[in-house]
């Protein structure tokens, strides 16, 4: 379970995350849903450690997240990350690209040296093949298509043997039908590993099939919080929208909810 208290990240004068309070069960699909800005990404970010926050707490599994280099590394080590982007190497073979996912696992030098041990091979090809890319895994990176970067780069969090799976806007430079394809394979994966995972996305329609629940941000605070069976599309477009309600009154409403569970 993750536990986030009175959570502020502030550059400079300006609040990103301002006084976030929310938890995460264990095997829990949620969705963060909001406007550009809303701080997503950022409260993303602050639960692996990439993103130092300015004060409060998150505990994972009742564990305070370190702030020190070596608790943050392994601390990541639980944790698989999957970008917009891809973030691949893209010199790199699509095998060794999935094979950086165990590198927390193995000492530096023989990793530096592409050197790692059988069980880490067949690790890499057993999530190649989950993701339908076993085919490809002697082809380089860059002559992927952006839906098969990003498989790439969900075997990659694979490998890691993650408990908690973050993704960053996954399919946000996909095609409809690709985004569909790689949201699936997310499911498939999150149901089989019985992960933890969370998701950004800006693609209303994808939200509640892809999520047990969906969270509200607006201008760095949770401002609704759904269940995604019972969600209506248009409390989803309302967070897009500026309203009638001021985002202090869907901040009052969303804590109101809190405390009555
Ligand atoms: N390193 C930084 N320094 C200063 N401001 C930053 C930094 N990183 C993010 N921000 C600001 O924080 C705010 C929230 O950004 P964030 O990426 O979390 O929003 P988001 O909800 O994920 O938006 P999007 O949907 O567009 O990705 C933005 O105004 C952004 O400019």
Do not use: W
């Amino acid at each position: 379970m993750i536990k986030v208290e009175d959570l502020v990240k502030s550059y400079g004068q300006e609040t990103i995350l301002n006084n976030i309070n929310c938890s995460f069960e264990s095997n829990d699909a949620v969705v963060l849903l909001g406007p550009s800005g809303a701080g997503k990404s950022t409260l993303l970010r602050c639960l692996n450690g990439l993103i130092e926050a300015t004060s409060g707490s998150i505990y994972i599994d009742g564990k305070k997240l370190p702030t020190d280099k070596k608790g943050i590394r392994l601390l990541r080590k639980n944790i698989g990350m999957i970008f917009q982007n891809f973030n691949l190497v893209k010199r790199l073979t699509v095998l060794d690209n999935v094979l950086c996912g165990r590198l927390s696992y193995n000492p530096t030098l023989p990793s530096f040296f592409k050197v790692y041990k059988k069980e880490d091979y067949e690790l890499a090809l057993y999530y190649l093949e989950k993701v339908g890319l076993v085919d490809k895994r002697n082809q380089r990176a860059d002559n992927l298509s952006g839906g098969q970067m990003q498989r790439v780069a969900i075997a990659r969090a694979l490998v890691q043997r993650p408990t908690l799976l973050l993704a960053d806007e996954p399919v946000a430079s996909l095609d409809p039908k690709t985004s569909h394809a790689i949201m699936d394979l997310l499911m498939e994966v999150y149901e089989e590993e019985k992960l933890t995972m969370i998701i950004t996305l800006h693609q209303i329609d994808l939200a509640p099939k892809y999520s047990k629940r969906i969270l509200g941000l607006n201008s760095g605070n949770i401002v609704a919080d759904y269940r995604s069976d019972q969600v209506k599309a248009s409390d989803l477009y309302q967070l897009y929208e500026n309203g009638q309600e001021t985002g202090e009154d869907r901040v009052y409403k969303y804590e109101e909810q809190r405390h009555d569970r």
